[in-house]
């Protein structure tokens, strides 16, 4: 009897577990180096975000269709596309795109 509700537990923790891991991986903050240059990129879970890039913090916009990621951040106010139509992957805790006319790749690190 010990043992069976040892194991009912510990299935509701796994089902607890599993459900509190729910929602969009790619909402969190993500940093990169790109040229050199050390960057951070936050996400929210309303497709709003900021990226931050030689000491300077940006508002951003993204969205997902399919496996295809779309980062729009705002300079002066004027739209600049800063991963356009990129596909991505996502293992553990990186974050891989790619560009499918070039091919180059870029991954990114949650925080």
């Known amino acids: 009897m010990k043992r ?5 537990v510990t299935l509701l923790m796994v089902i607890t577990l599993l459900t509190a891991c729910g929602g969009d991986p790619l909402v969190g903050t993500w940093s990169a180096t ?9 996400l929210n879970a309303d497709g709003t975000g900021t990226i931050l890039s030689n000491g300077v913090t940006r508002t951003c ?6 496996d295809t990621l779309t980062v729009v951040q705002y300079v002066d106010g004027y739209p600049y596309i800063f991963l ?4 991505y992957s996502i293992q553990w805790r990186t974050l891989t795109v790619t560009n499918p006319d070039t ?3 870029l991954e990114f690190k949650k925080k």
């Open 4 to 8: 069976m509700i040892v194991c009912a």
């Open 34 to 42: 790109i040229g050199g240059d050390a960057g951070e990129m936050v």
């Open 61 to 66: 916009k993204w969205t997902v269709e399919e």
């Open 84 to 87: 356009d139509e990129v596909t």
């Open 103 to 105: 091919g180059n790749t």
